[in-house]
Each structure stands twice: as structure tokens, then as C-alpha cells.
């Protein structure tokens, strides 16, 4: 066991004018299986290359481990599976790479193929285990759940359990949960660390929040009250300053020690108040800091004027002789949400694409409504480029409402100033989503929408779409937001 110590650490990139990390301190112990979470643009990622030395900072990172990073930049992808795992660690034992591979259930015959043909599953799996067979490295995983179908999560999952010395980035509360003893969280004015899983973790937090708004609005009274009582001494003294040359137009006499010495008591009665309306104050401005904003979003779905939207029976989809997917059958209907779900390479985005207007080789019955307005959210954003304000009018969205979105899906206005092709991952899917959420259409398709998307932005959409009830069909691995937004499930 040794300690990675984090003192003082200030970053920003060059020719930023906004903070990533201000002067944070805090230390991970290297047997931890250590959960990092928090909202998309925090600097998660950001945080795993200071610790591989990628960016000057100021303040200190020490450890006694060396550091590996995945997912490993594999720059030629046609190299033989073997050789690449003798490159990333020439030391290996081959016996302890067998045993690795068969806890995460990958065949033999993969080490003799080139790297190219693996699967995205497949080689997930292979760089994690070659990775772990080094001596003495702490791994920083960074998202290793995208484009992995339910499956494969689950036996990722439990192999990282049955390992230690990690730090995990993951916006999967199941997969999280199966895995981690500790978290990690990035919150909008410091970072924290817990012992326990994600659920563990959010559940604190929810008693903290709770406790934290419970407390403010007590505070809130306090200081009306204190307020209004500072008021009224004020108005007591100042009769009692008019008292004492009140003689003049009278005639009686006054005894100018009483009233001195009752505008003494007034005086520190007010000093009293003021002492007491400001220590609130000063509490009340700890408070609500580190209250993650979760507005509610909206969905404007336009009815459409036949109950069913689209049926296929018995369609089977072809590239040349090769058969992606064979006789599906299921119907979208008005108001269904229905995961589309299978293994990778199933078929799955030939559907889709089908659906969306694609020309494709099929067989079998394929009717969608006529006039069927979609609107479509990829799996890819690398096209992503330009301002924000640019975006929204090449693609015909209100701005206004596009920003006000992406605002409560927590972009900080500084965002907007920025070039897309700049944002994190999960920003650049916030943006996809919010174009989505802005077209008027009878249908969504959403094609692994969650792909990078931070937990609280993830549960945001699950009450959106649990409110509004749109017609969505959408794929997706994370199982917690399958079971709990899906109304159908059609399996390939």
C-alpha cells in the first residue's frame, strides 16, 4: 500500500481564462478500486493526464507507482494481437495473459488475429488485461462501458471487482456499483472522497442537499427576523433620542441620565442584532455550493395522426452477401419507448438507419408513416465544429431555447463563448440531445445517447422522458436507465 498525494494542484490550459482545479489537496490510497465521478467539463480526464505528467501545473502530485492509462493509443491497428500486447508489456508472463483472458470470458484464437478485427468488446478486454499484468502501475480506465453491449459491461465489471489499484471514470451506476470501494467526486467547489459505491455515495449526497436546503431556509427566517428587529430597535432609539430634547417645547424636566443610559441598552441590543444577522449570514453562504442544478427539461412532440408510426415483419438486412440482422419483427406505436437491444454487431444501428430513411438492401415488410417527422441523435459527434450560436442556426433550432437546454443540462455561459470541437465527450452529446429535444418531431431515435453523459444529466433525462411520454426509440447499455425508461423491449 502507498499514498498518492495531491497538494495545492492548480491547472488551466493555455489561453484559458477559467480554473479546472484551484488549489484542491487530497490523497488516494493505491489498494483503492476508486470510482471518479462528476458533471461533464469538471476535468476527470483532464485530472488522469496531470497524473501522467501530460500538462504543466501548479502544486504537487507524488506517488510511489507509475501510471497506465486506458483506453491505450494503439496507433496501427493491423499489428498482430500478440505483438501488441508484447509492446505494451514485453515482460509478460504468457500463462498469467491466458488467465486474464479467460476471467473475461475472450477465446485464445484472438492473440493470432490481427488487433484490427477484434471487436470493440474484444479489445477493451485485451488492453485491460495486459494493463493489469504490469507490476506496480496504478490504472486510470477511462470509460470503458462506451460501445459495450450489457454483457460485456457485466463481465468488465466483475473482473475490475475481483482487481485494486485503480481509478475508474464511469457514468454507469451499475456498473459503478459492482466494482468500486471508494468515490471520488468532482463538485462544483471542491473534490470529495467516500468510502463506499456509487449508490452509497449519492444517497450522502441527497441527505447532505437536503440537509443543506432545510438549513438555508432556516437561516432565510433568521435573518428576515433579525432584520426586522434591527429595524424596530432603530425606530425605538430614535424615539428615545427625540425624548431627550423633548423638555424644550414641554416644559418638563428630563432625567437625561435614564435616557442616556436606555439609549446605551438600545445601542447594544442594535450591536446584538447585527452581530447575530451576520454570523447567519456568513452560514448561510456556506450553504448550497456544492447543490448540483438539475432542472426538469421538456420534450414539445408533435401528435401524430395514426396510433401506429412504424411496423417491420420479418425484415432481414444485407451489406452485399453478408446478413446484419434477420427477420425482425416489432411496431413503434404512439407514446412507446422501446431499447432496442442486442450484442454488438447485431444489427442494431442498420435498423435504425433503415427507419431514419437510409437506403439499405432489406427483405421482408418495412412501412413507416407517411409526413413521419424524426429527429435523430448519432453515436458520433466528431463533427461537431463552431460556435454554438452558428450550430443553432445551420440546423434551423431557436437559439434561445437550445442554450436555455444545454444550461440546464449544466453548461456554465462560458461554454457558449467556446468552439464545440473544444467541449468534453459528454458535452458534446449534451449538444446532440439538445438539438433533439429542440426539433418538433413525431418520433426520437436516439442511438446510445448516453455515451460520456455525467450521472445527474442521465437521470435528468430519465424524469424528461418518465414526464412527457415521447415516442423514443433508442439503444442503449446502461442497464438502470433501460429498466427503469423503457416500456417495450425488442432484443436482436
Known amino acids: 500500500m502507498s499514498l498518492i498525494h495531491v ?8 489561453g484559458s481564462y477559467d480554473h479546472i482545479f484551484d488549489n484542491v489537496s487530497f490523497q488516494i490510497d493505491t489498494d483503492w478500486k476508486l470510482g471518479f465521478t462528476g458533471r461533464n467539463g469538471r476535468g476527470k480526464t483532464t485530472f488522469l493526464q496531470l497524473l501522467q505528467g501530460k500538462y504543466e501545473y501548479s502544486g504537487l502530485i507524488s506517488a510511489q507507482v507509475s501510471f497506465d492509462y486506458f483506453p491505450f493509443p494503439v496507433e496501427n491497428k493491423e499489428v498482430g494481437t500478440l505483438d501488441l500486447i508484447s509492446s505494451i508489456h514485453p515482460d509478460y508472463a504468457h500463462w498469467e495473459l491466458m488467465r486474464e483472458l479467460s476471467l473475461l470470458h475472450v477465446s485464445d484464437d484472438v492473440l493470432y488475429r490481427p488487433f484490427s478485427s477484434l471487436s470493440n468488446g474484444e479489445q477493451t478486454k485485451v488492453l485491460l488485461a495486459t494493463l493489469f499484468l504490469k507490476e506496480n502501475n496504478f490504472l486510470l480506465i477511462d470509460e470503458p462501458t462506451n460501445h459495450l453491449d450489457m454483457k460485456a459491461r457485466k463481465l468488465v465489471s466483475d473482473y475490475l471487482n475481483s482487481k485494486r489499484g485503480f481509478i475508474l471514470i464511469s457514468h454507469d451506476r451499475a456498473f459503478l456499483d459492482n466494482c468500486v470501494d471508494h468515490i471520488l467526486s468532482i463538485n462544483r467547489t471542491n473534490i470529495d472522497i467516500q468510502k463506499g459505491n456509487f449508490s452509497a455515495w449519492w444517497e450522502n449526497k441527497k441527505r447532505q442537499d437536503k440537509y443543506e436546503l432545510a438549513e438555508n431556509d ?17 425606530n425605538w432609539s430614535h424615539e428615545v433620542e427625540k425624548s431627550k430634547n423633548g423638555t424644550r417645547n414641554s416644559g418638563l424636566r428630563v432625567d437625561k441620565g435614564y435616557v442616556g443610559h436606555k439609549a446605551a441598552k438600545m445601542m447594544k441590543r442594535s450591536k446584538s442584532i447585527e452581530h447575530r444577522q451576520q454570523s447567519a449570514m456568513d452560514e448561510k453562504s456556506k450553504l448550497l455550493k456544492n447543490i448540483e442544478s438539475s432542472d426538469s427539461l ?9 396510433n401506429q408510426l412504424v411496423e417491420l415483419e420479418n425484415v432481414s438486412i444485407y451489406y452485399g452477401e453478408k446478413v446484419v440482422c434477420s427477420e425482425v419483427n416489432f411496431t413503434i406505436g404512439q407514446a412507446e419507448r422501446i431499447a432496442l437491444t442486442g450484442k454488438n454487431g447485431s444489427g442494431k444501428s442498420s ?14 415488410t418495412f412501412r413507416k408513416g407517411s409526413q413521419l417527422k424524426i429527429s435523430y441523435v448519432s453515436q458520433d459527434t466528431s463533427h461537431l465544429e463552431g460556435n454554438l450560436t452558428d450550430y443553432a442556426r445551420h440546423n434551423g433550432i431557436d437559439e434561445s431555447l437550445f442554450k436555455a437546454i444545454l444550461r440546464k443540462l449544466d453548461f456554465a455561459r462560458i461554454q457558449f463563448e467556446k468552439d464545440i470541437s473544444a ?6 452529446k449534451k449538444v446532440l440531445l ?27 433525462i430519465e424524469e424528461l422522458l418518465l414526464e412527457h411520454s415521447p415516442t423514443l426509440l433508442f439503444v442503449e447499455h446502461d442497464r438502470e436507465f433501460c429498466s427503469n425508461i423503457a416500456t417495450k423491449v425488442v432484443e436482436l
Request: proline share 1%; aromatic share 8%; charged share 25%.
Open 218 to 234: 432556516r437561516l432565510k427566517k433568521d435573518i428576515k427576523n433579525l432584520t426586522e428587529s434591527a429595524r424596530r430597535t432603530s
Open 351 to 364: 435498423l435504425i438507419k433503415l427507419i431514419c430513411g437510409e437506403e439499405l438492401n432489406y427483405t421482408g
Open 298 to 306: 421538456k420534450i414539445s412532440q408533435l401528435s401524430y395522426h395514426k
Open 7 to 14: 497538494s495545492n494542484l492548480t491547472f488551466a490550459y493555455e
Open 423 to 428: 467541449f468534453s465527450g459528454g458535452q458534446k
Open 434 to 460: 439538445a438539438h433533439s429535444l429542440c426539433e418538433k418531431a413525431h418520433l426520437h431515435i436516439w442511438d446510445e445517447p448516453l455515451n460520456f453523459i455525467d450521472v445527474i444529466s442521465r437521470m435528468q
